[in-house]
Each structure stands twice: as C-alpha cells, then as structure tokens.
C-alpha cells in the first residue's frame, strides 16, 4: 500500500520556490467556534462559579452565546455577571415577553446551533429523563429540533449522588433519548469529599463542544504521537535537555482526538495536561521513548514524531552527585550517539508497506529549508514539518513549514492549536488519497 501522493505537480524531490500565498486549505481559519449560536444553560450548583469562565471561553472561540439560567442558579451567581461575559440578556423564565411571539422556548431553541447544560445537576438530569417542561431551560431542551441541536451535558453534583442507582438511570435514558454527557472530574468538593462528580473544567468542556462540531476526518484512525524534550541523566540530579515545551505535539494530539482518532501520545518530561480524550505515556530519556514507540507503533495508522529528542546522552551515568571541591579538575563526560526513533520507526516493515504513515518534525535554528529538505529525505518519510526553533519554543503560536517530495509549502503563522487542526487536515487529505 504505498504513501498518499502529495498534492503539487512538480517532479519528485525537486524543491519547489515557496509561494507567498498558502494553498487555500491553510489560509487563515476562522476561530474554532465562529458563526456558532450556542445557548449556555445553568442549572443549580456551587459549579455555576465555573460557567463564567465557560462563557468567556465560548465568546472568546467566536461563539454567540445565550444564557438560560434555573430559578436555583440564580442562587449560585447572579443573571448580571452571565449577561456580562456573554454580551446578551439572560433569560430566566417562560414567561419571558421579550421573545415577540412570547414563546421564548421556541425561539431560544430555533437559533440554536447547540445546547449546553454546563452545570446540570441530578435534579435536571431526572427532568430530562422523564420529559418534564415546568420552566423554560427543560422547556426549551423538550422543544429542541433534535436532529439538528445537539444537547450536551456537563453533569455536576455530590459523589454519592453521581453514583446513586436513580441518576445513573436517569441519565443513561438521557442519553438513549439523543443527549451527549461530557463526563465528570474527579477530585475535592464543595462538600469536602472527594470523589467522581465534579463538573469539567471550563477548557475540557469548550474541547468537546469544539470537537462535537469538528468533522471526523481521522474517525478509525490511531494516532501516535511523541512530544517534548527528553531528558539524559549525567548523574542522580543532573541531565541533558532541551527548551521544547511539548505545546505543538500536545496541540497536535488534542487536534487528532477531536477530528476522531484514538490517540497515543508518548511526552517527555514537561508542564503540560493531558489533552482531553488521549492517552498518555511519560517517559524520560530517548531509549524509554523508542522503547514505548516501538510498542505502539505495532497498532497504530500514523506516527507523528514531534518531540525534540536529544542526539546524544552521557556514556556513563554516576550513581551518585557529582561533588564540586575546591581544587578539583572540571569532570569530563563523554557521549554516546542516541537511537534515531523517527528513523527507526520509519524503516519498520510497517512504515515500508505504508501500513503506517510516518510524519516527522525539525526544529532547526537556521537554513530551514536546506536542513529540513535534507532531514525528510535521510528519515526516508513522505513528510516532514520544519520550523525555526528559538522562534518558537515555549510560545503558544508558531510558523510551520511542510516538505515532502515536491518541495515545500509555508504556512502563515499562527496559534499552535490553528496550526495542529491544519495538519491534521493535510494528513487526513493525503491519508484519503491512500
């Protein structure tokens, strides 16, 4: 099964001129929510404080959002601060004139491109299980065109309550009747116990809306993806690393998991949380990493090689700290070549049979064009995406370049998450041409 052809027509390996103007597939996106209506509902909960931030989180991604809040939310924040993040009046109740025909249910729920519950108590969940309508927010979710808006819960309440025979009924019916349930956290409440059952944080819950309306077209696809700097011991404190922050590769996972594959990401030792939906190994040096990516790469459809794996590690590691005396030589350390994971991965029978499609990354600090160009052919992939890495390391945007077997394409620059949903669109479209 060989590689997807690439998209120009120029001769294999010859480097094409970079076009000032990027192909129309990576021309500047709009934001991920752009042109989107959703109405926010609050039902009653501490978790209302997290809503806010929700809100200002939807607008903030393009959306219009309209805010219905219960009659028991109204105990946890006030109408006020929801109208201010979200720019719109707040509606509370049925009754409400300000709808022309003085049915705001039908309205609310005709402009709707989604609804979200976020929080939805246990209280909410069992009106939904048994169609209930005696206030506007079950109201409008009942008169919902179900084909075409969405319902989506992020359920909020007491551990014993998440766990109690009735709401796991309850919303099990929920969900029989066309919701989506986004799931609960786990952690401290505000009851001080600890458990399942706290509501999503703010970004979870805006991942999933976004990836409830982004198309699947990774959907069967396994995904396995290493970020990151690895990390060389010289002794039990020391080592040898390097500034990547692992932002692009876990963008690129998170990008993966909503366009609808299952993804693996293997991460070297950084600051960052596990995108929503993935699953994650961490491993420390260069040897774990190729060990854990061999694993993978056994099951897996695409390998995307993001992580900025060190060249060389210390020939021996000292068992113990390495002293600083006054008088005392400066230690000398000698080094032994790293494995070439991207390079071992990609002479795999698999990677040569096209049962895996191989996609590597250089971070170069200069001559990009020169030293990518080279690196894609000495890896021997069908792509490769290079970039300036001290522009980039550590920041939220960055500037990409793609390379494959008919020169190079520039992408304009951009936040790493744009950057991420754009690549994963390339390789969803070369991926179809298999």
């Not at 109740?93 to 491109?113: F, G, T, V, Y």
Request: hydrophobic fraction near 45%.
């Amino acid at each position: 099964m060989p590689y997807p052809k690439p998209h120009t027509g120029q001769a294999p390996d010859t480097p094409s001129p970079t076009s000032s103007t990027p192909p129309a597939q990576f021309a500047a996106q709009p934001l991920e929510l752009a042109g989107k209506h959703i109405v926010l509902g609050l039902t009653g909960g501490i978790a209302c404080y997290k809503s806010a931030e929700l809100c200002r989180l939807l607008t903030k991604a393009g959306a219009r959002v309209q805010v219905v809040m219960t009659e028991a939310a109204c105990q946890f924040i006030t109408p006020v601060t929801m109208q201010a993040l979200s720019g719109r009046p707040v509606f509370l109740s049925q009754w409400d004139s300000r709808a022309s025909d003085n049915m705001a249910h039908i309205q609310l729920s005709r402009e709707a491109d989604a609804l979200v519950l976020a929080p939805c108590s246990a209280d909410f969940i069992a009106r939904l299980a048994q169609g209930r309508a005696d206030e506007l927010l079950s109201l409008l979710c009942l008169a919902r065109p179900l084909e075409r808006v969405p319902l989506l819960i992020a359920p909020a309440m007491n551990r014993e309550m998440w766990q109690h025979p009735s709401t796991v009924r309850n919303l099990r019916q929920v969900v029989q009747d066309g919701a989506f349930s986004l799931g609960v956290g786990c952690g401290e409440q505000a009851c001080g116990e600890t458990g399942d059952g706290r509501m999503l944080e703010p970004p979870e819950i805006l991942h999933e809306i976004i990836a409830h309306f982004t198309p699947k077209t990774l959907a069967g696809k396994r995904l396995l993806i290493t970020a990151g700097p690895t990390f060389e011991a010289i002794d039990p404190v020391r080592g040898i690393t390097n500034r990547s922050s692992g932002k692009m590769g876990f963008a690129i996972a998170q990008a993966a998991q909503a366009a609808g594959a299952a993804v693996t990401l293997i991460s070297g030792p950084v600051a960052l949380p596990t995108p929503r939906g993935v699953a994650r190994i961490d491993v420390q040096s260069a040897q774990q990493m190729l060990q854990a990516t061999l694993a993978e790469a056994e099951r897996s459809d695409v390998f995307i090689a993001t992580a900025a794996v060190a060249d060389w590690r210390p020939a021996e590691v000292a068992h113990s700290k390495i002293k600083k005396t006054a008088g005392q030589a400066t230690p000398t350390l000698e080094f032994v070549e790293n494995p070439d994971i991207l390079a071992t991965i990609a002479a795999s029978e698999r990677a040569r049979s096209g049962l895996l499609y191989c996609v590597g990354f250089a971070a170069e600090s200069d001559n990009l064009i020169e030293h990518a160009s080279a690196k894609r052919l000495r890896k021997g992939i069908p792509l490769l995406v290079g970039n300036i890495g001290p522009a980039t390391f550590g920041q939220d945007d960055n500037q990409l370049t793609l390379f494959d077997a008919h020169g190079h394409t520039e992408l304009p620059r951009a936040s790493k998450t744009t950057l991420a949903r754009h690549l994963m669109a390339e390789i969803a479209a070369r991926l179809s041409k298999d």
